[in-house]
């Protein structure tokens, strides 16, 4: 009995331990973002400072474990929170694409806080996918949208063939400015969307949200150093678009 007793302190100790790296390591990439002043960045204080809470309330856990009231107050909202990235996350590994799916349009958001290299990697999927459907158009949209389309253009795109919305700062607004692009120049409403992969669902809602029906996400993938991180602020920003939804 001591024995497991000591073996389940130890436990605790490292799991605090671990709470309190990931609140640390929440804070870092969320202030990373601010520091450099990124347009649509503003949506990173909430991972700041949820991050900040994290970490505080495991050094302090000896005192909060007192007070049952402090104690659940802390505990059920991490369960939540966690088993929301858990389904952000199942949803993305199991959101196939349809092969035989062939959208009149491919909607790209290149928003500038977003991580260069997903950015290139959807950029890559954008190429092949013009090379197997060469009547499709691209919506890039997004404060890196000129520079993508210099990509796409050196990757053997026609420049007509690309349309720039260069004014969206968040995933929103590229979803919403996009439509207006699309409908001022008639372009086809069945699109496909590439995004990361962490970002399919609230894609997902913005795109019947916005009146594309039958709209495809498509992965440009996810980086495995940093996926923790992504899941658990895309949980933390795609629950007031949930909210939104609802009410």
Known sequence: KNLLRRLLEQGCRLLRLAFCLLGGA??????EGLSDFLPGAGELWLPVLLGAILSAASLFWPVLSRH???????????FLWLSFAAGIFL????AG?????????VLLPLLA?????????????AIAYYAENPASRFILSGGRAEQGRAYLEEGGIPAGRIFLEPEAETLEEAFHKSKGIMGEKKIS???SYLLPE????RGRILAAREGFVGAV?????????????YYLEEALILFPTLLGELF
């Open 26 to 31: 929440l804070v870092y990439q969320g202030w």
């Open 68 to 78: 049952p009231f402090l104690r659940m107050l802390f505990l059920i909202p991490l």
């Open 91 to 94: 949803y993305g590994r199991l």
């Open 97 to 105: 694409s349809p092969e035989d799916y062939r959208g009149d349009t």
């Open 113 to 125: 806080q977003e991580d260069r290299l997903l950015r290139d990697r959807a950029l890559d999927l």
């Open 189 to 191: 409403f069945k699109i």
């Open 198 to 201: 962490h970002q399919l669902l």
């Open 217 to 229: 996400g498509l992965s440009a993938g996810w980086l495995f150093q940093d996926a923790l991180g």
